[in-house]
T-cell receptor, first 112, second 110 residues
Framework: DAGVTQSPTHLIKTRGQQVTLRCSPK?????VSWYQQALGQGPQFIFQ???????QRGNFPDRFSGHQFPNYSSELNVNALLLGDSALYLC???????????FGPGTRLTVT | KQEVTQIPAALSVPEGENLVLNCSFT??????LQWFRQDPGKGLTSLLL?????REQTSGRLNASLDKSSGRSTLYIAASQPGDSATYLC?????????FGTGTRLQVFP
Protein backbone atom coordinates (compact mmCIF):
# COMPACT_ATOMS: atom_id res chain seq x y z
CA ASP A 1 0.00 0.00 0.00
CA ALA A 2 1.66 3.19 -1.21
CA GLY A 3 1.63 6.05 1.24
CA VAL A 4 1.46 9.72 0.37
CA THR A 5 3.89 10.64 -2.40
CA GLN A 6 5.12 14.08 -3.42
CA SER A 7 7.12 15.41 -6.35
CA PRO A 8 9.61 16.81 -6.90
CA THR A 9 11.81 16.16 -3.87
CA HIS A 10 13.79 19.37 -4.24
CA LEU A 11 13.28 22.49 -6.31
CA ILE A 12 15.24 25.70 -6.81
CA LYS A 13 13.47 28.73 -8.24
CA THR A 14 14.21 32.42 -8.71
CA ARG A 15 12.22 35.26 -7.16
CA GLY A 16 9.18 36.14 -9.24
CA GLN A 17 8.87 32.72 -10.83
CA GLN A 18 5.97 30.31 -10.46
CA VAL A 19 6.12 26.76 -9.10
CA THR A 20 3.84 23.70 -9.06
CA LEU A 21 4.15 20.95 -6.48
CA ARG A 22 2.35 17.62 -6.74
CA CYS A 23 0.86 15.16 -4.27
CA SER A 24 -0.72 11.73 -4.54
CA PRO A 25 -2.74 10.70 -1.49
CA LYS A 26 -2.61 7.41 0.33
CA UNK A 27 -4.72 4.74 -1.32
CA UNK A 28 -8.38 5.12 -0.33
CA UNK A 29 -8.04 8.70 0.90
CA UNK A 30 -10.15 11.47 -0.63
CA UNK A 31 -8.93 14.62 1.15
CA VAL A 32 -5.64 16.43 0.68
CA SER A 33 -4.18 19.18 2.86
CA TRP A 34 -1.08 21.27 2.23
CA TYR A 35 1.25 22.68 4.87
CA GLN A 36 4.30 24.98 4.73
CA GLN A 37 7.16 24.36 7.16
CA ALA A 38 9.83 27.04 7.45
CA LEU A 39 13.19 26.05 8.90
CA GLY A 40 12.97 25.48 12.64
CA GLN A 41 9.20 25.99 12.74
CA GLY A 42 6.16 23.77 12.92
CA PRO A 43 4.10 23.22 9.76
CA GLN A 44 1.45 25.84 8.95
CA PHE A 45 -1.83 24.94 7.25
CA ILE A 46 -2.24 26.36 3.73
CA PHE A 47 -5.50 24.78 2.51
CA GLN A 48 -7.47 21.56 2.16
CA UNK A 49 -9.17 20.01 -0.86
CA UNK A 50 -12.09 17.61 -0.97
CA UNK A 51 -14.25 16.72 -3.98
CA UNK A 52 -12.07 18.97 -6.13
CA UNK A 53 -12.95 22.05 -4.11
CA UNK A 54 -11.05 24.09 -1.55
CA UNK A 55 -12.70 23.26 1.73
CA GLN A 56 -10.74 25.39 4.16
CA ARG A 57 -7.89 27.86 3.88
CA GLY A 58 -5.24 29.12 6.26
CA ASN A 59 -3.71 32.58 6.45
CA PHE A 60 -1.86 32.54 3.13
CA PRO A 61 -2.07 35.07 0.28
CA ASP A 62 -3.82 34.42 -3.02
CA ARG A 63 -0.44 33.71 -4.61
CA PHE A 64 -0.95 30.24 -3.14
CA SER A 65 -3.54 28.25 -5.05
CA GLY A 66 -4.36 24.62 -5.51
CA HIS A 67 -6.26 22.03 -7.39
CA GLN A 68 -7.57 18.54 -6.78
CA PHE A 69 -8.13 16.09 -9.62
CA PRO A 70 -10.84 13.41 -9.94
CA ASN A 71 -8.31 10.75 -8.84
CA TYR A 72 -7.85 12.78 -5.60
CA SER A 73 -4.28 13.85 -6.39
CA SER A 74 -3.51 17.50 -5.84
CA GLU A 75 -1.29 20.36 -6.95
CA LEU A 76 -0.06 23.39 -5.04
CA ASN A 77 0.80 26.43 -7.15
CA VAL A 78 2.72 29.44 -5.91
CA ASN A 79 3.00 32.55 -8.10
CA ALA A 80 5.42 35.48 -7.88
CA LEU A 81 7.79 33.62 -5.58
CA LEU A 82 9.39 35.48 -2.69
CA LEU A 83 12.52 34.56 -0.75
CA GLY A 84 10.25 33.90 2.24
CA ASP A 85 8.49 31.13 0.34
CA SER A 86 11.57 28.94 0.82
CA ALA A 87 10.36 26.05 2.96
CA LEU A 88 9.46 22.39 3.12
CA TYR A 89 6.00 21.88 1.64
CA LEU A 90 4.13 18.95 3.10
CA CYS A 91 1.09 17.21 1.75
CA UNK A 92 -1.21 15.21 4.01
CA UNK A 93 -4.08 12.94 3.06
CA UNK A 94 -7.04 11.63 5.00
CA UNK A 95 -10.60 10.44 4.67
CA UNK A 96 -13.13 13.27 4.93
CA UNK A 97 -14.35 13.67 8.51
CA UNK A 98 -11.54 11.40 9.67
CA UNK A 99 -9.16 12.60 12.36
CA UNK A 100 -5.87 11.15 11.29
CA UNK A 101 -3.76 12.76 8.59
CA UNK A 102 -0.91 10.94 6.86
CA PHE A 103 2.00 13.03 5.63
CA GLY A 104 4.22 12.70 2.59
CA PRO A 105 8.00 13.22 2.56
CA GLY A 106 7.68 16.83 1.45
CA THR A 107 9.11 19.03 -1.30
CA ARG A 108 12.00 21.30 -0.36
CA LEU A 109 11.60 24.61 -2.22
CA THR A 110 14.48 27.08 -2.31
CA VAL A 111 13.88 30.55 -3.74
CA THR A 112 17.01 32.52 -4.68
CA LYS B 1 -6.78 31.93 18.10
CA GLN B 2 -5.31 28.56 19.05
CA GLU B 3 -1.63 28.58 19.96
CA VAL B 4 0.46 25.48 20.61
CA THR B 5 3.68 25.59 22.62
CA GLN B 6 6.23 22.83 23.18
CA ILE B 7 8.74 22.69 26.00
CA PRO B 8 11.65 22.10 26.01
CA ALA B 9 12.78 23.26 22.57
CA ALA B 10 15.73 20.87 22.70
CA LEU B 11 16.79 17.96 24.86
CA SER B 12 19.95 15.85 24.97
CA VAL B 13 19.98 12.72 27.13
CA PRO B 14 21.99 9.50 27.53
CA GLU B 15 20.55 6.26 26.25
CA GLY B 16 18.17 4.47 28.61
CA GLU B 17 16.57 7.51 30.21
CA ASN B 18 12.81 7.94 30.48
CA LEU B 19 11.67 11.22 28.89
CA VAL B 20 8.72 13.58 29.10
CA LEU B 21 7.96 16.03 26.33
CA ASN B 22 5.39 18.73 26.97
CA CYS B 23 2.78 20.37 24.76
CA SER B 24 0.36 23.10 25.79
CA PHE B 25 -2.51 24.74 23.91
CA THR B 26 -4.57 27.83 24.63
CA UNK B 27 -8.08 26.76 23.52
CA UNK B 28 -9.48 23.58 25.08
CA UNK B 29 -12.10 23.17 22.31
CA UNK B 30 -10.06 20.68 20.30
CA UNK B 31 -11.10 17.68 18.22
CA UNK B 32 -7.99 15.64 18.91
CA LEU B 33 -4.27 15.89 19.54
CA GLN B 34 -1.62 14.13 17.50
CA TRP B 35 2.08 13.54 18.15
CA PHE B 36 4.47 13.28 15.21
CA ARG B 37 8.11 12.45 14.71
CA GLN B 38 10.20 14.26 12.09
CA ASP B 39 13.69 13.25 11.04
CA PRO B 40 15.91 16.04 9.60
CA GLY B 41 14.62 17.26 6.24
CA LYS B 42 11.93 14.58 6.13
CA GLY B 43 8.16 14.35 6.37
CA LEU B 44 6.10 13.62 9.48
CA THR B 45 5.45 10.19 10.94
CA SER B 46 2.35 9.89 13.10
CA LEU B 47 3.10 8.40 16.52
CA LEU B 48 -0.11 8.69 18.52
CA LEU B 49 -3.57 10.20 18.04
CA UNK B 50 -5.68 11.05 21.09
CA UNK B 51 -9.34 11.87 20.55
CA UNK B 52 -10.78 14.74 22.59
CA UNK B 53 -12.80 12.25 24.66
CA UNK B 54 -9.74 10.14 25.54
CA ARG B 55 -7.17 10.64 28.28
CA GLU B 56 -4.23 8.69 26.89
CA GLN B 57 -2.88 6.44 24.15
CA THR B 58 -0.01 3.98 24.19
CA SER B 59 2.14 2.46 21.48
CA GLY B 60 5.16 0.39 22.48
CA ARG B 61 7.53 2.58 24.50
CA LEU B 62 5.42 5.68 23.86
CA ASN B 63 2.57 6.96 25.98
CA ALA B 64 0.70 10.21 25.37
CA SER B 65 -1.75 11.83 27.76
CA LEU B 66 -4.27 14.60 27.22
CA ASP B 67 -5.77 16.99 29.76
CA LYS B 68 -8.11 19.28 27.85
CA SER B 69 -9.18 21.31 30.87
CA SER B 70 -5.62 22.41 31.57
CA GLY B 71 -4.65 22.59 27.88
CA ARG B 72 -1.81 20.11 28.18
CA SER B 73 -0.48 16.94 26.63
CA THR B 74 2.63 14.97 27.47
CA LEU B 75 4.55 12.41 25.45
CA TYR B 76 6.38 9.87 27.60
CA ILE B 77 9.22 7.89 26.00
CA ALA B 78 10.44 4.94 28.04
CA ALA B 79 14.01 3.60 27.89
CA SER B 80 15.18 6.02 25.21
CA GLN B 81 17.43 4.80 22.38
CA PRO B 82 19.72 6.63 19.92
CA GLY B 83 17.20 5.80 17.19
CA ASP B 84 14.67 8.00 19.01
CA SER B 85 16.73 11.07 18.05
CA ALA B 86 14.45 13.34 16.01
CA THR B 87 12.14 16.34 16.36
CA TYR B 88 8.83 15.62 18.04
CA LEU B 89 5.85 17.76 17.08
CA CYS B 90 2.45 17.96 18.69
CA UNK B 91 -0.54 19.14 16.70
CA UNK B 92 -4.02 20.10 17.80
CA UNK B 93 -6.92 19.12 15.55
CA UNK B 94 -9.11 22.13 14.78
CA UNK B 95 -12.03 21.17 12.50
CA UNK B 96 -10.21 20.00 9.37
CA UNK B 97 -6.74 21.33 9.99
CA UNK B 98 -3.86 20.70 12.36
CA UNK B 99 -2.21 23.47 14.37
CA PHE B 100 1.37 22.59 15.23
CA GLY B 101 3.83 23.54 17.91
CA THR B 102 7.43 24.32 17.01
CA GLY B 103 8.67 20.95 18.23
CA THR B 104 11.15 19.47 20.67
CA ARG B 105 14.48 18.44 19.15
CA LEU B 106 15.62 15.27 20.93
CA GLN B 107 19.11 13.80 20.86
CA VAL B 108 19.79 10.48 22.60
CA PHE B 109 23.49 9.63 22.82
CA PRO B 110 24.99 6.18 23.49
Amino acid sequence: DAGVTQSPTHLIKTRGQQVTLRCSPKSGHDTVSWYQQALGQGPQFIFQYYEEEERQRGNFPDRFSGHQFPNYSSELNVNALLLGDSALYLCASSLVFSDEQYFGPGTRLTVT
Amino acid sequence: KQEVTQIPAALSVPEGENLVLNCSFTDSAIYNLQWFRQDPGKGLTSLLLIQSSQREQTSGRLNASLDKSSGRSTLYIAASQPGDSATYLCAVGDTDKLIFGTGTRLQVFP
